[in-house]
């Protein structure tokens, strides 16, 4: 089971470091994403990483202000979200891709997902 901890409530222009760990479960072959779904809205896309961490994947509405990350030693992947917008407010959710050595932007190829984070970002 996939943990995701580290949302919260930050004002517009802040920072939120997210992380999922997977405890007792190694996922170092696979790519990690990271979705979110706000209320009304489909989930999407944010972010996915390949199983070295030599490739990544952002959305367009996140890119040049996300980091994703890993470190398979921790076996725990990290989202760093600066200059932060109330748009972005959602839950988000990490998932393992469930094909290894790929790295994929659709919802559809993972299949272990993590409970959600909650992130609120004030205006």
């Known amino acids: 089971q996939l943990q995701a901890s580290g949302g919260g409530l930050v004002q517009a222009g802040g920072s939120l470091r997210l992380s999922c760990t997977a405890p007792?479960?190694?996922?170092?072959?696979?790519?990690m994403g990271w979705f979110r779904q706000a209320p009304g809205k489909e989930r999407e896309f944010v972010a996915a990483?390949?199983?070295?961490?030599?490739?990544?994947s952002y959305g367009d509405s996140v890119k040049d202000r996300f980091t994703i990350s890993r470190d398979n030693g921790k076996n725990t992947v990290f989202l760093q979200m600066n200059m932060l917008k109330p748009e972005d407010t959602a839950v988000y959710y990490c998932?393992?891709?469930?094909?290894?050595?790929?790295?994929?932007?659709?919802?559809?190829?993972?299949?272990?997902w993590g409970q959600g984070t909650q992130v609120t970002v004030s205006s």
């Open positions: 998932a393992v891709d469930r094909s290894p050595f790929r790295i994929t932007r659709n919802a559809g190829d993972y299949n272990y």
């Open positions: 007792g479960r190694s996922f170092s072959s696979a790519g």
């Open positions: 990483i390949s199983w070295s961490g030599s490739s990544t």
